[in-house]
């Protein structure tokens, strides 16, 4: 771990990262401005906590490039992953909204670049753009849409399936638009998420990409089709494939995302 503070190691923005942050695009000259001006970005090392129960929020996050977790496993209850959060995906608005201490810490799986918008230039936005309020007020619909469906999740015991709803959740459009279809991530990154071993997941992976729902390619995944991969075992295509157990594909193809 670093010896310094994240904060301590804060930077300005570079273009390129200032162009991987999707609601700047929105804002009108002196919105964008004193948004730019006050941006802040830093480089996460794995293990490395953004924010921590209990202290208050002072910034908006977001991941320029990376990949988080976001948690309660400080608390005295039972430890949940809530979720994770790849590039493009910012939060904690609801709680700079409130202005409350964070419920959750926030953890970086892997090297990651961070960008920080501080909570006063946020509200600043939130009084001056209604662009920048229809963005929010985008994230926080499709969060809890979000964590809905991840409650329902973590009622399903099925491994396959749980592999499969939580790697849709990381290919949202609206909540993570610097994914796409392709997303770097290891077996064992997304063990982390779900709460499972790589060895477990790797089983899963092989089994969603026969039933044609993802290809596994070299240092991550992509996805052939998201409204399958939701909706997953319900199509009978996948279920069928999943429980045919078809040949796995190359051994190329089975070591790609493997930590």
């Known amino acids: ?64 490039d990376g990949l988080l977790k976001m948690s309660n496993d400080d608390t005295t209850g039972q430890a949940v992953t809530f979720t994770g959060i790849p590039p493009g995906g910012w939060f904690g608005e609801g709680t700079l909204l409130k202005r409350e201490s964070y419920r959750y810490n926030i953890q970086a799986l892997r090297p990651s670049i961070v960008a920080g918008l501080p909570i006063a230039s946020f509200h600043a936005l939130l009084d001056g753009s209604i662009a920048f309020n229809r963005f929010v007020l985008d994230q926080l619909n499709e969060r809890l849409g979000q964590f809905i469906g991840a409650r329902e999740t973590d009622r399903i015991h099925d491994p396959d399936v749980r592999v499969a709803r939580n790697l849709a959740a990381l290919f949202h459009p609206t909540l993570y638009p610097g994914v796409g279809n392709w997303l770097r991530i290891t077996q064992q990154e997304l063990g982390y998420l779900v709460g499972l071993s790589r060895q477990r997941v790797n089983q899963a992976l092989h089994g969603l990409s026969d039933a044609g729902l993802i290809r596994i ?42 930590s």
């Open 1 to 64: 771990m670093p010896d310094t503070s994240l904060r301590q190691r804060a930077r300005r923005p570079t273009p390129a990262e200032l162009d991987a942050i999707p609601w700047l695009k929105l804002l009108d000259g002196g919105q964008r401005e004193l948004a730019v001006s006050t941006l802040e970005v830093a480089d996460a090392e794995p293990g490395e906590r953004l924010c921590r129960i209990g202290r208050p929020a002072t910034f908006w996050f977001g991941v320029v």
């Open 217 to 258: 390619e070299y240092g991550g995944l992509r996805v052939l089709d998201l409204a399958g991969l939701r909706r997953f075992p319900a199509d009978d295509q996948a279920a069928k494939a999943m429980a045919s157990g078809s040949p796995r594909g190359s051994d190329a193809q089975r070591s790609a995302v493997s």
